[in-house]
């Protein structure tokens, strides 16, 4: 069980490779970060093995988990520390082979059933969400922070709140007892950069 609430760090959906670079460097290096999920969802696989030989390093080199969006395959086949899927992109089961021990995370949306299934299918975490209007994805669901309360209650698998979130709102999230929490413009859009970016929200989870 993850012992305090973390930032989950998701790229935007499109970005200059070399600039951006520079850009998660500068976020990882701004606080306390446990993962980094890369998010290419129109890319081909080529274009997605490039983007990892570029950032991967970046996030390993700091301790940093890095999460492969969609595709178990090339997670395990590029060296990433895992891969997370959505109800659509692959059975829970058939991604837990794929990756043998490496980490898999499983979008339920505001399904209690789809994380519990998940969690049997050997999931190492869930996420629920979207908790907020969210800019870089559309979606009608809205999920309650209960969901958050009700898993972290019932289950020791950590469970991460995304959608819309940022350091003006999180604070409910935290204190329902989010594990992690997964954000894109909160970071990469913020004013005074990414790096300050991180510290905002590493100082809004502190105060819950």
């Known amino acids: 069980m993850v012992d305090a609430c973390r930032l989950y760090l998701v790229t935007p959906p499109a970005f200059e490779p070399a600039a951006f670079a520079r850009l998660l460097a500068e976020a990882l290096d701004g606080g306390d970060v446990g993962a980094v999920q890369l998010r290419?969802?129109?890319?081909?696989?080529?274009?997605?093995l490039r983007m990892i030989d570029l950032l991967r390093p970046i996030v390993q080199s700091r301790d940093v988990a890095f999460i492969l969006n969609d595709r178990p395959d090339l997670?395990?086949?590029?060296?990433?520390?895992g891969a997370h899927i959505g109800a659509e992109d692959m059975d829970v089961t058939r991604a837990r082979t794929l990756l043998g021990d490496l980490q898999l995370g499983v979008s339920c949306y505001d399904s209690r059933d789809a994380a519990m299934v998940a969690g049997e299918a050997g999931a190492d975490y869930v996420a629920y969400g979207a908790f907020f209007p969210?800019?870089?994805?559309?979606?009608a669901i809205r999920a309650d922070p209960d969901l958050l309360r009700w898993w972290?209650?019932?289950?020791?698998?950590?469970?991460?709140?995304?959608?819309g979130i940022t350091a003006d709102n999180c604070g409910p999230l935290v204190a329902a007892g989010a594990d992690f929490?997964?954000?894109?413009?909160?970071?990469?859009?913020?004013?005074?950069?990414?790096?300050?970016?991180?510290?905002?929200?590493?100082?809004?989870?502190?105060?819950?």
């Open 75 to 81: 997670a395990v086949q590029s060296g990433c520390d």
């Open 152 to 163: 972290s209650e019932m289950m020791e698998l950590p469970v991460v709140a995304i959608g």
């Open 40 to 48: 290419l969802k129109h890319a081909g696989d080529d274009e997605i």
């Open 181 to 208: 929490l997964a954000v894109v413009s909160a970071v990469w859009s913020y004013a005074d950069g990414p790096a300050a970016g991180v510290k905002a929200m590493n100082a809004a989870i502190a105060r819950g």
């Open 134 to 139: 969210s800019s870089t994805k559309d979606t």
